[in-house]
């Protein structure tokens, strides 16, 4: 008897675990075609609290008045959502229109047959945002209508800056590591990052081999997974070398990204460090660690990555990524008219003036009130071309193994070689 | 892999007499049959769909490269166990469960049974210390955890403010965030958060030493530690053996305490079994590569179970035997 329990125990705590992940085989209840009164479309989105629950509450009971299309809306946290999807995606029972982040994630999911062909149904909105819609097409087609799109750089605090005696954000590194030994002669923290979640230390890694690999080597790797060129290399050289200048807060190693005040984006938001290289949703996060709300508004400054000698790539280019609407493979057509509607002038312009996001519609460019949000509005729309954050072009498998590598490297683990070694291992392991 | 049918260890001698059978006793047998099949239908069934239904769809799952949707087509054979068993991390995680499952032993074990041996005295102030000292017991672990992140921050926390009382400086990375004291640090906070499951079993088996023994040794002339080493701890042994089994299953399966505080970092040294498996699965969508770790974990917790149950808990099993068959 001891031992059947014993076993049980042992299976069921091992096995369990994973498989409450990946049970159900339940048959898709994906609603039927058909547009107008009697359908239900169903609308999964991260914008859960204040103004921009209010706003999207508000265009969902609107499009029902227009249409008499019902709008069953959700909105939950964004990690809850991941892994909701996911959770959706699994039991094939996805919701009409959800959020997708492109790349190789969304390459698995066209690959599946989950997600709709947009091309030819939202051609004309596809127009309008332009190239940014590249980072949401497969093969030549689009399944997913962009939303807010926005670039990684340095977020700083203006008045830490003044009192280093720094007069101007830095535009090369060397510049960049005199700032550094400026904030530090000050007795302050330069920079905080999250790398107890790889990811914002990883970011560091992309910038570099942004900075340092030409346009085509880039995209070239996403198809081809190759990343035999020295560029690679060198960008983890340069990430090597900034590690060492030791610029980073204490206990850099096991810091979150933006959970709780002692988070990297924490320490920027209680001003405990100076800067904090992040992408475009930041100054709402900053506002979620305050206690009054704010954030740092009012010194709350924005500077692109800086550029480094010698490189291949585009020195405008950047990094970034964002948001966009994926209708699932069998919903309605009016799902993709929900979709279409949210694309709307009106609808991205009350979008911008709500901070919700940076819109993807050039003519609701400047309802952004936010300064700081502005300024990167505008480095984002002058740059050649926007390099999608490389985890999620490289699909999670890749991309995983490429940040754990990366964070190696912040442990002084890993050496530039290692980088290149682990993502070709994981790259080759996808066949 | 055969799950359902468990090798039963002892128990399996039939009763003596059973060639004298009286009349009517074949109804008997076929109604008793029937009882136990109706009695424990519930019970299997639930055990087959939440466990065996799991493990068998794990095990199909570990043969296929799988993104955790869409239909499982692209069969890979025992390719996943390979990339497994290679993987640098997975086998430091094995390590890594060993050295909690043997540190779990030894330092738990001495400090619950001292303190059980002091709180089984009668003593001013005791219930409160029992309570102290199963709280942390009873709190999740997630929220203990938690707790024990902030305890832990490095420069801020208030254990680094602790230890600038007296002069002491935290490692720059903090306890957590430096690779070589991640583990012992992690081994520490469990200790404090499972000492009270040892202590309260301890005690338990404590109530169930007869005073009488003790009284004769100290009659006999044995000193109060004598007393404790020859005959209490040795009575204890049952006690001990089955709280090393449940302390060992526990430790192989470890997860919400390594994933609160270090996620399994940094650089991989404080990565279970348990962390790699969630980590393949729903950070990197290797679902398959996650269900062979999960499977290659169920092997191991099933060896070290029965191995333990086979040389270790075999006589606790007989002992008990005994006042079964009087019954």
Same mark, same amino acid.
């Given at each position: 008897m001891n031992t059947i329990r014993a076993l049980s125990l042992a299976a069921a705590g091992s096995l369990v675990l994973t498989l409450a992940a990946c049970g159900g085989d339940s048959e898709g209840s994906g609603s039927s075609g058909g547009s107008g009164d009697g359908t239900t479309i169903t609308w999964w989105h991260n914008?859960?609290?204040g103004a921009g629950l209010e706003y999207y509450t508000e265009l969902a009971a609107q499009f029902e008045e227009e249409t008499g299309v019902t709008v069953e809306m959700e909105a939950m946290a964004h990690e809850d959502m991941l892994t909701k999807l996911d959770a959706a995606f699994q039991a094939d029972d996805a919701p009409d229109i959800y959020m997708e982040r492109g790349g190789g994630e969304l390459a698995d999911h066209v690959e599946a047959g989950?997600?709709? /062909?947009l091309t030819e149904l939202a051609a004309e909105e596809i127009e309008k945002v332009g190239g940014i819609a590249q980072g949401w097409t497969v093969d030549g087609k689009v399944y997913a209508l962009p939303f807010s799109v926005g670039v990684v750089g340095f977020w700083y605090n203006t008045e830490m800056f003044e009192e280093a005696g720094i007069a101007e954000a830095p535009e090369t590194w060397d510049e960049m590591y005199d700032v550094i030994d400026k904030l530090k002669a000050a007795g302050m923290e330069p920079i905080s990052v =999250?790398?107890?979640?790889?990811w914002p230390a990883a970011h560091y890694w992309y910038q570099f081999s942004l900075r340092h690999c030409a346009e085509d080597v880039l995209t070239d790797a996403v198809t +081809?997974? /190759?990343? +035999? *060129?020295?560029c690679f290399i060198r960008a983890g050289e340069d990430l090597e070398k900034l590690i060492a200048a030791e610029p980073?807060? @204490? =206990?850099?190693?096991?810091?979150?990204?933006?959970?709780?005040?002692?988070s990297a984006s924490g320490l920027l938001a209680t001003e405990q460090v100076a800067m904090e290289m992040q992408g475009h949703w930041e100054p709402g996060v900053m506002q979620g660690l305050t206690e009054d709300g704010k954030g740092l508004a009012g010194k709350l400054g924005w500077f692109p990555f800086p550029q480094v000698e %010698?490189?291949? %790539?585009? !020195?405008a280019a950047q990094l970034g990524g964002g948001d966009a609407w994926g209708v699932s493979? /069998?919903?309605?057509d009016a799902a993709v008219d929900f979709v279409k509607f949210l694309l709307s002038d009106e609808v991205q312009r009350g979008f911008a003036e709500r901070d919700m996001g940076l819109p993807t $519609?050039? +003519?609701?460019?400047?309802? $952004?009130?936010d300064p700081a949000l502005a300024g990167l509005l505008e480095v984002r729309n002058d740059a050649p071309y926007v390099q999608l954050y490389f985890d999620t072009a490289f699909g999670q498998a890749v991309g995983g193994a490429m940040n754990d590598a990366i964070a190696l490297m912040f442990a002084g683990q890993a050496s530039p070689q290692d980088i290149v070694d682990a993502t070709q291992a994981a790259a080759d392991a996808e066949g | 892999m055969a799950i359902a049918p468990v090798p039963t260890t002892g128990a399996t001698t039939p009763p003596a007499g059973r060639t004298a059978r009286p009349a009517g006793a074949a109804r008997r047998d076929w109604r008793m049959a029937a009882e136990i099949v109706l009695f424990t239908a519930p019970a299997l069934v639930l055990f087959a769909v939440f466990v065996v239904w799991p493990i068998l769809r794990a095990v199909q799952f570990s043969l296929y490269r799988w993104k955790?949707? %869409? !239909?499982?087509? *692209?069969f890979v054979g025992l390719q996943n166990y390979v990339s497994v068993l290679a993987n640098g991390v997975f086998t430091g995680a094995v390590a890594h469960n060993l050295i909690i499952v043997v540190a779990s032993i030894l330092v738990q074990l001495p400090l619950g049974l001292a303190l059980a041996l002091l709180l089984n @005295?009668?003593?001013?102030g005791q219930g409160l210390l029992r309570t102290i000292i199963f709280v942390p017991y009873v709190l999740s672990e997630v929220i203990a955890g938690v707790v024990w992140f902030q305890l832990l921050q !490095? =420069? @801020? =926390?208030v254990v680094e403010a602790l230890l600038g009382t007296v002069g002491l400086e935290g490692p720059y990375q903090g306890f957590l965030g430096t690779p070589s004291l991640a583990l012992p640090t992690l081994v520490v906070v469990l200790t404090w958060k499972y000492v009270g499951l040892a202590v309260l079993l301890f005690l338990a088996g404590l109530q %169930?030493? !007869? *005073?009488e023994l003790a009284e004769a040794a100290q009659i006999d002339g044995a000193s109060w530690w004598q007393t404790q080493w020859r005959v209490t701890i040795p009575l204890l042994g049952p006690t001990i053996r089955m709280w090393a089994f449940l302390s060992m299953i526990g430790s192989l399966q470890l997860f919400d305490m390594v994933w609160i505080l270090t996620g399994g970092g940094p650089?991989?040294?404080?990565?279970t079994m348990a962390t790699f498996l969630v980590n393949e699965g729903t950070? @990197?969508?290797?679902y398959g590569i996650a269900a062979a770790a999960s499977v290659v974990l169920f092997v191991i917790a099933l060896v070290m179970a029965v191995t333990y149950q086979r040389f270790v808990l075999r006589r606790d099993t007989a002992e008990a035997d005994v006042p079964r068959g009087v019954r």
């Open positions: 914008s859960n609290t989950l997600t709709k /062909d =999250g790398a107890g979640e790889k +081809s997974l /190759d990343f +035999s *060129d020295p980073f807060n @204490r =206990g850099f190693l096991s810091t979150p990204a933006q959970t709780g005040p002692t %010698g490189g291949q %790539g585009d !020195p493979a /069998d919903a309605p $519609v050039p +003519s609701a460019g400047d309802a $952004v009130a | 955790g949707f %869409g !239909p499982l087509v *692209d @005295r009668k003593m001013r !490095p =420069g @801020r =926390g %169930g030493v !007869p *005073d650089a991989n040294a404080t990565t950070k @990197r969508q290797n």
